[in-house]
């Protein structure tokens, strides 16, 4: 006998969002509009990961942060940047939330003043803090208003700091 055996159809598999990254954003944001830098553009990126624990209610929801990881272009070649840390989000409506974050950064700029439209920002690795109110769009985008500062707290001798706003779009998984 030549014909195959009666074998089952193979089954097809479902696709399945990534384990740890639940959205990726890109922006563009003005870079220190009052400051030494100002008059240059950034471009943005930044993933998140899925909360480790699933809470009940938006309240309950800002004990479990998210974790990011970014990093900003500088599209004039002053001062470019990559942070990461944790990131809390309130949802105020099914489509409005306001989110906060705080973590650290690495930059490519001036520590000491040296160059006109250079910030000195003192010290290499520095605090991040970003807030941003966003609109959930669709089920899978955002968009959101963002203002970002990099400072050192104080803890080197130059302490300028870098505050950025801009516009991201997110896409959630």
Not at 34 to 43: C, F, I
Request: net charge negative.
């Amino acid at each position: 006998d030549l014909t195959p055996p009666n074998t089952a159809p193979l089954p097809v598999l479902a696709r399945s969002s990534p384990t740890f990254v639940s959205e990726v954003r890109l922006g563009a944001s003005a870079q220190d509009p009052s400051g030494p830098e100002s008059g240059s553009a950034n471009l943005n990126g930044e993933i998140l990961s899925v909360r480790p624990l699933t809470v009940a209610g938006p309240v309950l929801s800002l004990l479990v942060p998210r974790v990011h990881l970014g990093g900003s272009l500088n599209l004039d070649g002053r001062t470019s940047f990559g942070y990461a840390g944790l990131t809390w989000t309130l949802d105020v409506t099914p489509s409005v939330f306001v989110e906060g974050s705080f973590g650290g950064a690495v930059h490519d700029g001036e520590n000491n003043p040296v160059e006109r439209h250079r910030n000195a920002l003192g010290c290499t690795v520095l605090f991040r803090e970003s807030g941003s109110l966003g609109i959930r769009v669709t089920k899978d985008w955002s968009v959101m208003a963002t203002v970002e500062h990099l400072s050192n707290a104080g803890l080197c001798s130059n302490n300028r700091g870098l505050t950025n706003v801009g516009v991201r779009v997110g896409y959630s998984f």
